[in-house]
């Protein structure tokens, strides 16, 4: 054959065989993506045996496909179903965390309370007598008020204390002998000059003033804590559950399953092409993270307080020692009481009822007792310290970390062999910034900076209100921990006038008895009726407000 023919024959076959393998490039099998879309459990109806042009598709690139345009929106629903359920599956391991320490601490601290009452009920009846039977109930009622103060109950940690001291002297002015009012027994205005006396003379000596020190900013400190904790967690829950852009929607799309449909199921996206997807559907988020830290911080402040000397045993267990120091100062200042009670407060009539003898065999009866803190309970307390704390720590950066934690799994580990939302090939472009305006630049996700989400936006103050209030409460001051988070413009919660905050909730009041006051009237720092400082909170809530209007 000569040169003539055989040329003319190549070029015979050169355009039918490459017209066969273009056909065969364009019947690529889907074989791979019907096992993959029927494994996701979606019916195999309309599904291509092999691939289709894909000018149709409005996320993917519109090369050869796999994927019709109702695959597609399928797919488009199912990625954010899973990255949604991923979101929350990150928040509920958080919560679980929170939740974990609020209920060690709380157990800790509500057997220290038991504990210290445990103490009272079975040292009281030999330290101090007959007195411990007359007034068993008033250390019950005390020791039951604490409790409900520290579960948020709102009642008045200071009445409480006042109440106890007030009570024990009314009782003990009706017990004493030669005291008794001639006519019609003793009578309130009686009484109430009697407590004024017993302020003035400090008839219980240091006891009221120094059991408030010690416990007052413990039950605070430790309420702020244990509430703390449940409000972080609470934002954790409401923000997880925030639904996604429309914008993530499609970016997510392409990430996960647009390879699939291009026949490229095996790749898993480029690590940076994943993140800058994860930073701008979570972008607003990421702006949580900065009063995250600042909550985070003083939780751990609070937790090392915990830890200080003296522990929260000795606070907790003071609380027998003091009374037994009360009631043994209230003893040793009777008669001189008497004769102030006598002078100020009316002509009493005289009834020998109890003799000299018996007095002094009841002041012989009191002893006061002394509390050490064990090695025991040290450790005890030392770890739950030191577990708290490491806990707090793992999830500073929670927020932050969440679009790295959530490529963990998805992302492929070559830059190289791996999907960048439009083939296989190396993501080229640089990883963006965190938080909503650094997302002006995403390549991946289009972000409207100027349009923050307002539920994210509204827990960012909850989250500020929490910190002060935890800060509040390690100061010494006493805050009401209710639930703001719905409604944190503040109705219906309490308002702040001036220099002080006037809550919506009512006080659980005793009535109107005289209260025993400390020496000297100098009320302890940290009292729950005092008026509380709270301009902060009044700036946090009008910025709220100013947000959720825009």
């Known amino acids: 054959m000569d040169v003539t023919a055989t040329v003319l024959l190549l070029s015979l076959a050169v355009p039918v065989l490459l017209s066969a393998d273009s056909v065969g490039s364009k019947a690529r099998s889907c074989a791979d993506v019907r096992q993959f879309y029927s494994g996701k459990g979606f019916t195999l109806n309309g599904v291509p045996q092999s691939e289709i042009s894909g000018e149709h598709l409005r996320v993917c690139p519109q090369g050869y496909t796999c994927c019709t345009s109702a695959m597609e929106e399928t797919l488009v629903a199912l990625s954010r179903r899973e990255l949604e359920g991923l979101v929350r599956e990150a928040g509920r391991s958080i919560q679980a965390t929170l939740n974990a320490q609020y209920r060690s601490f709380d157990t800790y601290f509500l057997e220290l309370l038991d504990g210290s009452e445990r103490w009272l009920e079975s040292e009281f009846p030999e330290a101090v007598g007959g007195l411990y039977e007359r007034n068993a109930g008033l250390f019950r009622d005390l020791y039951r008020d604490l409790r409900q103060f520290y579960r948020g109950i709102p009642l008045s940690l200071d009445e409480a204390l006042d109440d106890l001291w007030t009570r024990l002297l009314e009782r003990r002015i009706k017990a004493t002998p030669n005291i008794t009012m001639a006519t019609d027994g003793l009578t309130d205005d009686f009484l109430e000059c009697g407590v004024k006396q ?45 639904p996604l852009s429309a914008e993530c929607n499609r970016a997510i799309m392409k990430l996960v399953y647009c390879g699939q449909c291009r026949g490229l199921g095996g790749l898993k996206p480029c690590p940076n092409y994943c993140t800058n997807v994860m930073k701008g559907c979570l972008a607003n988020q990421a702006d949580l993270q900065a009063e995250w830290e600042s909550l985070i911080d003083a939780l751990l402040e609070v937790a090392a307080s915990f830890g200080a000397s003296p522990g929260l045993d000795s606070a907790l267990f003071s609380i027998p020692v003091r009374i037994s120091e009360g009631l043994l100062s209230l003893q040793d ?178 009535g109107n008895r005289p209260r025993y006051y400390t020496p000297g009237n100098k009320r302890v720092k940290g009292t729950a009726n005092q008026g509380l400082p709270c301009n902060n909170l009044v700036l946090l809530l009008l910025a709220s407000v100013v947000l959720l209007r825009r």
């Not at 400090?202 to 003033?209: T, V």
């Not at 413990?218 to 559950?241: D, M, N």
């Not at 050490?372 to 490491?390: I, M």
Request: charged share 20%; aromatic share 4%.
């Open 198 to 242: 017993a302020e003035a003379l400090q008839l219980y000596g240091e006891a009221p003033r120094q059991m408030k020190t010690a416990l007052v900013p413990t039950l605070i400190t430790a309420r702020a804590f244990t509430q703390a904790l449940t409000s972080a967690g609470e934002v954790v829950r409401k923000v997880s559950q925030v």
């Open 333 to 510: 200042g009777m008669d001189t009481f008497r004769s102030k009670v006598w002078q100020a407060c009316g002509t009493p009539t005289v009834e020998p009822t109890e003799s000299a003898g018996s007095e002094d065999r009841r002041k012989r009866s009191i002893t006061v007792l002394h509390y050490k803190s064990s090695s025991t309970a040290a450790v005890r307390l030392e770890v739950q310290v030191s577990d708290v704390s490491s806990k707090l720590k793992e999830m500073l950066q929670f927020w932050l970390q969440l679009p790295a934690a959530l490529c963990k799994s998805k992302a492929a580990s070559s830059t190289d062999r791996c999907w960048n939302g439009n083939t296989k090939a190396r993501y080229l472009l640089e990883v963006i910034g965190d938080g909503l305006a650094s997302q002006i630049n995403n390549p991946e996700v289009d972000v409207d900076i100027t349009k923050p989400d307002m539920s994210v936006r509204q827990q960012i103050m909850q989250l500020k209100i929490t910190t002060s209030r935890l800060l509040t409460a390690l100061s010494g001051q006493d805050v009401d921990f209710q639930d703001n988070s719905d409604d944190i413009s503040g109705s219906g919660s309490g308002l702040c006038l001036g220099q002080a905050c006037v809550h919506s909730r009512v006080l659980v009041s005793r």
